[in-house]
């Protein structure tokens, strides 16, 4: 298990919303990627309210660490894996999960995964990150819900990223059981819901952020991670602000 994260030295943030697509495009011709194999910038990815959630992060310690709150390293935590996914595949998701619930949060999201008998598996899929289909049983429990990541998630991201589309994911999966999804939301054009992806990409903001800090990763490695960086600079610059940046990385995404 890493040590608990901390905040870097202060950076400078960028003065204007990242140019996701062209980043999108400049690192698929880097990876010699073909044109027909888009990358998955749209990683998806738990609850949370703007202006409390910050405090909440850092004066409160919701990060898990050695010398206080809720340690993760000390409790013995089995990913929840569907049967059929490969060894390869389940050893990234487990070290995933096991940084997913470094936060309070990611730890009451996975546990609530576990408790209700929803697991996870991995698909071959390439216009998004991963997605969550909750479905309640006849007998009122919710281990019919399909949990994806997909598997170029795996073979090209990084622990950080999967950690962050799992907590996207578990969000909208927590909105379903707790019955608070939008009655009354905006729909795209394409027929993504938005404020449903604004709450949960909120979620992942929230855990980028105090897995690095208010100034970011800032480090440039493999594919869908600088999205991150720029969700958790938008998010910090307000609701409208954010709910903006969420509208500009979804409204051009396919959903199959």
Known sequence: MDPSPHSPPPRTKPSAPFDHLAYERATREASGAGAGNPLVL??????????VALALLFVTGRFSSPSGGANAATVAFAAPLCDGVGEGDRAVLSRSF??????AEGMRLAD???????????????YAGGYARSRQTIFGDW??????????????????????????EATHIDRAIRDSACSRCETLANGINLDEEVTAHAAEAEWWIARYGIDGRQAWTGFSWYSHDNLAFAYQRGPDAFRDHVRSIREGQRLS
């Open 112 to 126: 609530q995964i576990v408790r209700h008998d929803i697991c996870v598996s991995v698909e071959a899929i390439d």
């Open 143 to 168: 281990s019919g819900t399909e949990f994806v990541i997909a598997k170029m998630m795996i073979e090209y991201g990084d622990y950080d990223t999967i950690a962050a589309t799992l907590i996207h």
């Open 98 to 103: 096991e940084l997913m619930r470094l936060t």
């Open 42 to 51: 749209a990683a998806i990815v738990a609850v949370g309210t703007f202006g």
